[in-house]
């Protein structure tokens, strides 16, 4: 797919029409695209247009999301992704719930996602030598290494403090209260007895998907994937969790899946993966690109209370 990448504040991004509902592919426009850069009818009939195409390929290709290759790492990335969840930032994922490195075939993949930032893509695609080694690939999916998550800019201001970064997935990660001795190059005006330390910064961004049945969902790292399917790759590693279960499956499965398990569980044929490169189910749009803002402020009070 030829894309232009300009420099202005829009980002060209492909957007699914008619595999999901009309509403959700208007809103989308609405809510992220320049104000007044389409026409209401024109996208009502261009949705229609392509929900006839949609529904032949679901009669078409009916229990295609059921029959995905599931595959197991090479020998050679076995070490590298075992070495990954050996991260200490990776105990709570894994702990939680048993999951397992995999190779899982991309085009089958059950999405929720419906649209893909094509700037984003083209970013991921340069870092990436011509001929990706082992190494480099699990550096994309797991976010580390050379590939880790863009630098955090932070500014303080007004008694309070900003941090802004060009991923969405900045966060606050927690607040914990450790001993002064522990924050070391830093000494206090007086003598400290705790000190407040809150953690901003990313989750772990690893490619994951969940297994239901038959049925594989990606879950996390879709730009990730489609920039590996365009440098010609048809199985992708990820981590994967098995919520076949019922018992489980609410908690495991993402919260569009569980709002509509119908349409990705029991349809004969989701969207999937291989549907962001069908050009008569998608459309390229420019979306207004973004910085992720956290802002943070300090409420400090003193008061008196009667001793116990």
């Known amino acids: 797919m030829n894309t232009y ?5 829009s980002n060209p991004t492909i957007v699914m029409k008619g595999l999901f509902p009309l509403p959700k592919f208007i809103r989308f426009i609405k809510e992220r695209c320049p104000p007044r850069s389409f026409d209401d009818p024109a996208l009502v009939a261009e949705w229609r247009e392509a929900r006839a195409v949609a529904l032949k390929v679901m009669d ?27 991260q200490p930032s990776m105990h709570r994922m894994v ?17 929720f996602q419906e649209s893909i930032d094509l700037r984003h893509v083209e970013q991921i ?36 403090y900003m941090f802004t970064s060009p991923s969405t997935d900045l966060r606050f990660l927690d607040v914990v209260t450790v001993e002064p001795d522990a924050i ?16 901003v910064g990313y989750s772990d961004n690893v490619i994951t998907a969940t297994r239901s049945g038959n049925r594989i969902i990606l879950t996390n790292g879709s730009h990730r994937v489609y920039a590996l399917r365009e440098l010609g790759f048809r199985y992708v590693p990820c981590l994967l969790i098995d919520a076949s279960d019922a018992d489980v499956s ?39 690109r973004k910085t992720s803002v956290l802002k943070a402020k300090l409420d400090l009070q003193k008061s008196s209370v009667p001793a116990l």
């Open 5 to 9: 990448i300009d420099e202005d504040s």
């Open 125 to 160: 695609k340069a870092s990436l030598p011509s001929d990706p080694s082992a190494q480099d690939v699990i550096d994309l999916v797991s976010c580390s290494g050379a590939r880790s998550h863009p630098a955090v800019r932070c500014t303080q201001s007004d008694g309070g």
């Open 250 to 288: 609410d908690f495991l499965l993402p919260a569009a899946v569980k709002q509509d398990r119908q349409f990705y569980l029991d349809a004969p044929r989701p969207p999937l993966f291989k549907d962001y490169a069908d050009r008569r189910l998608t459309r390229i749009v420019p979306v207004v």
């Open 184 to 199: 070391q190059n830093f000494n206090p005006i007086g003598s400290a007895s705790h000190a407040i330390v809150m953690y």
């Open 60 to 86: 078409d290709e009916a229990g295609l999301a059921d029959s995905i290759g599931v595959r197991e790492l090479s020998e050679e990335m076995k070490p590298l992704a075992e070495q990954v969840l050996r």
């Open 95 to 111: 702990s939680i719930v048993p999951r397992r490195w995999c190779m899982v075939e991309i085009d089958r993949l059950v999405v």
